[in-house]
């Protein structure tokens, strides 16, 4: 009934994310970061697949409403922001709260990404339901794979 | 015959362990205000209908499937969402009123009201002048 989100694990030992995170903690990364990248699995967490027509990215975003999120291209970097505020208290001045666990992200994010070459921004499209953003991106038409006619000789 | 039904049940075993393996941690906040504890879970595509939540034994079980529809023929190029749900358990103390414990969720976000006992509420004392 749902599409298989386990098709995205294609790592070598699933499940290993805290794992490699403690590591990438200890030894930072020993190449060249690009400037502006974030750790992986930052606030929003981000799916990205391709299809023969389009690139299908999946931002994680709970939460957010549509108008609090923001998605651009540019030069194939797509950059996802916005603001996840914490919700207030009912009755702000007679209320006192204490947290024990703070967990989810709260506060301003932005995140980008390198994308294949060849979209069209133009055509493109974003749906959101349950806290996931779907953008879609379709390809320009000549970069679709085309089918080839064998003919026999 | 007896073989069979082994057979059967270590697969079930198996997948259960599979399925273990395979739920991602919702990442939470809990704070206690009003009288009760408050629980906000961050569970990305989870709706109404594929929540499940229970209380046994005084343990708070969360568990939610990710509704994602992905069409057919989608190559991964890049993913940090690895698993199809999420799963969280907590144990809660004697003073919350099972009973009462309220849910919503909206827009992937879980949020759950747990209400203290009447008797394990935070009383003000009063300061009487001698």
């Not at chain 1, 699995?41 to 939460?63: C, E, K």
Request: glycine share 4%; net charge negative; hydrophobic share 40%.
């Amino acid at each position: 009934m749902f599409g298989d989100l386990r098709r995205f694990d294609t790592d070598w030992a699933p499940g290993t994310d805290w794992f490699r995170r403690l590591f990438d903690e200890m030894w930072p990364e020993p190449g060249v970061a690009d400037i502006r990248s974030v750790p992986r699995g930052s606030f929003p967490m981000i799916n990205v697949g391709r299809t023969d027509d389009a690139v299908r990215v999946y931002v994680f975003a709970p939460g957010l409403t549509p108008e609090a999120l923001d998605i651009s291209l540019q030069d194939n970097v797509l950059t996802v922001s916005g603001e996840r505020r914490e919700t207030p208290a009912e009755d702000e001045a007679s209320s006192q709260r204490s947290h024990f666990r703070r967990e989810r992200p709260q506060g301003a994010f932005s995140r980008s990404l390198a994308l294949p070459e060849g979209l069209d921004p133009d055509r493109a499209e974003a749906r959101f339901h349950d806290g996931i953003c779907e953008v879609v991106l379709p390809k320009r038409e000549e970069l679709k794979p085309r089918r080839i006619d064998i003919q026999a000789s | 015959m007896k073989e069979v039904a082994k057979q059967a049940a270590s697969r079930e075993v198996a997948e259960q362990r599979e399925r273990h393996r395979e739920a991602m941690l919702p990442a939470v906040d809990i704070f206690e205000e009003d009288n009760a504890l408050h629980l906000v879970a961050d569970m990305p595509g989870v709706q109404r209908d594929t929540l499940t939540l229970e209380v046994n034994d005084n343990v708070l079980t969360l568990e939610g499937e990710v509704a994602l529809a992905m069409p057919e023929g989608l190559t991964p190029l890049y993913a940090e969402v690895r698993a199809q749900r999420f799963a969280r358990r907590f144990t809660l103390s004697h003073e919350i009123e099972v009973d009462a414990i309220q849910a919503h969720i909206d827009n992937g976000v879980l949020r759950l009201v747990l209400p203290k006992k009447e008797t394990h509420r935070r009383r003000r004392i009063d300061i009487k002048t001698a």
